[in-house]
């Protein structure tokens, strides 16, 4: 099976950036989509970015274009997303995911593995 585990959230004021982590245990070989999911309160889950991993097609919501970027460390079996310039409306829980295929759909639908999240506050 899989298993993903997220890092790196915290707290920081508009304008600044945070790296989350997403490490990824398990047979790397029944997932080839790795994406990054944000929640926030009393909001549903929204996809954020995602990537077909071993090189692949990149994915962004237009909410994030030209300010967050996600990559890979094959060598690691961990994903990135580096979010510059975050704004208050980025604060939520922000989640890792994994599955095989239509990455580019960036919607909870065929999501097999999650990460438990990782906490982002932006303060204004």
């Known amino acids: 099976q899989v298993q993903l585990v997220e890092s790196g959230g915290g707290s920081v004021q508009a304008g600044g950036s945070l790296r989350l982590s997403c490490a990824f245990y398990?047979?790397?070989?029944?997932?080839?989509?790795m994406a990054w999911f944000r929640q926030a309160p009393g909001k549903e889950r929204e996809g954020v970015a995602a990537?077909?991993?071993?090189?692949?097609?990149?994915y962004y919501a237009d909410s994030v274009k030209g300010r967050f970027t996600i990559s890979e460390d094959n060598a690691k079996n961990t994903v990135y997303l580096q979010m510059n310039s975050l704004k208050p409306e980025d604060t939520a829980m922000y989640y890792c995911?994994?599955?095989?295929?239509?990455?580019?759909?960036?919607?909870?639908?065929?999501?097999?593995?999650w990460g438990k999240g990782t906490q982002v506050t932006v303060s204004s």
């Open positions: 995911a994994a599955k095989w295929n239509s990455c580019y759909t960036l919607t909870v639908a065929g999501y097999n593995y």
């Open positions: 990537i077909y991993t071993g090189g692949g097609s990149i």
């Open positions: 398990g047979n790397a070989y029944i997932t080839n989509c």
